[in-house]
């Protein structure tokens, strides 16, 4: 069996991990997964530095990647951004990670073995995180059955309940209504409109149908009756050809 | 059954499992970046702290997940 160590890798570790390193590494070595052990908040990723080491504004990097962390909070923006703004998979915690002196070997396995899953047993992350979250309960039930201690079991309960793997399969919710919306019409493509074609779409409709309902009215009013005429077919191609731009959009945006 | 001291259940709790624990002293509570002794969660959450709220809210998500999870 291939050991971690034999994977073709590139380390940045103390001095080494900070935002211009990494963002170079990235672009020099074109990762398919990077793996992030240091501390996180709800929209970044702290380098060793005390800055910030990927955020809003350089989360595109992770674009076509998978990404596997137990940085604290990230997954619940940092991580949801990544995922809108194309990463393949965001495994991440949702909460504060957390664990016990007492027991670290345990939180230490569990924290890496979503990563061990699916690079050495090639689970899916779907099926990785499933069987991680069985992991953490197998954990609570032996140290309930033992007389652990009791910290160790809130903990891991905490950090069951807040690991989240965003794929397609399990994507991140969204607070914006226009997001959600886009998510029901359209899938995970939704995901990653921007506000302003959502805004564009939206105007486009509403101004479309008001020009028809304009176009109608004066028709109507001119012969006092229903009469065919080129505008109709006019009308009819321009919704198909709007219908057809923003099927080709959301497409691309999949494809991302 | 237990006699509630300090009016909040919880923290009555938690005092008692200090008292039980302090032969352990390499006993830390990590949350994030920070570690805490049995002494400083007791601290936190009888002070309601940003910490102890934290520390409060997690015990009672794994309780309520325990009882009726």
């Known amino acids: 069996m291939k050991a971690l160590a034999d994977y073709q890798h590139s380390d940045l570790v103390d001095a080494a991990a900070v935002r211009s390193t990494f963002e170079a590494a990235v672009k020099a070595s074109d990762p398919t997964l990077l793996v992030f052990y240091d501390h996180g908040s709800e929209d970044a990723w702290w380098g060793s530095d005390g800055k910030k080491l990927m955020d809003y504004s350089n989360v595109g990097l992770v674009s076509g990647r998978e990404v596997y962390t137990m940085a604290c909070l990230c997954a619940r923006k940092l991580g949801a951004e990544a995922y809108r703004k194309g990463c393949r998979a965001f495994w991440g915690y949702t909460e504060p990670f957390s664990f016990t002196t007492d027991q670290e070997a345990v939180f ?16 899916s992350w779907a099926e990785a995180v ?20 009791g910290w160790a079991v809130v903990a891991l309960i905490n950090d069951r309940d807040s690991l989240v793997c965003w794929t397609s399969e399990s994507q991140p919710p969204s607070d914006c209504p226009f997001r959600r919306a886009g998510i029901n019409l359209f899938g995970r493509p939704g995901q990653r409109m921007t506000k302003g074609s959502a805004v564009a779409m939206i105007l486009i409709f509403t101004l479309y149908f008001t020009a028809l309902y304009g ?42 | 059954m237990a006699r509630i001291q300090s009016g909040d259940p919880l ?31 007791l601290d936190n959450i009888k002070k309601n702290t940003p910490e102890g709220q934290e520390i409060r809210k997690m015990i009672l998500y794994a309780a309520t997940d325990m009882l009726l999870g």
């Open chain 1, 108 to 123: 230490g396995k569990l924290a890496n073995k979503g990563l061990l899953l699916n690079i050495k047993k090639g689970k």
């Open chain 2, 11 to 41: 923290i009555d709790s938690v005092s008692k499992w200090v008292e039980r624990n302090r032969h352990n002293p390499n006993f830390k509570f990590v949350l994030g970046n920070r570690a805490y002794t049995a002494d400083e969660l």
């Open chain 1, 130 to 149: 499933e069987s991680v979250k069985a992991a953490f309960t197998d954990e609570v039930d032996r140290l309930q059955k033992e007389g652990g201690n």
């Open chain 1, 215 to 256: 176009y109608i009215d004066l028709m109507y009013s001119q012969y006092n009756k229903m009469v065919l005429d080129m505008g109709y077919a006019a009308f009819l191609g321009l919704f198909l050809a709007e219908v057809l731009m923003i099927h080709e959009y959301m497409k691309s945006l999949d494809r991302k």
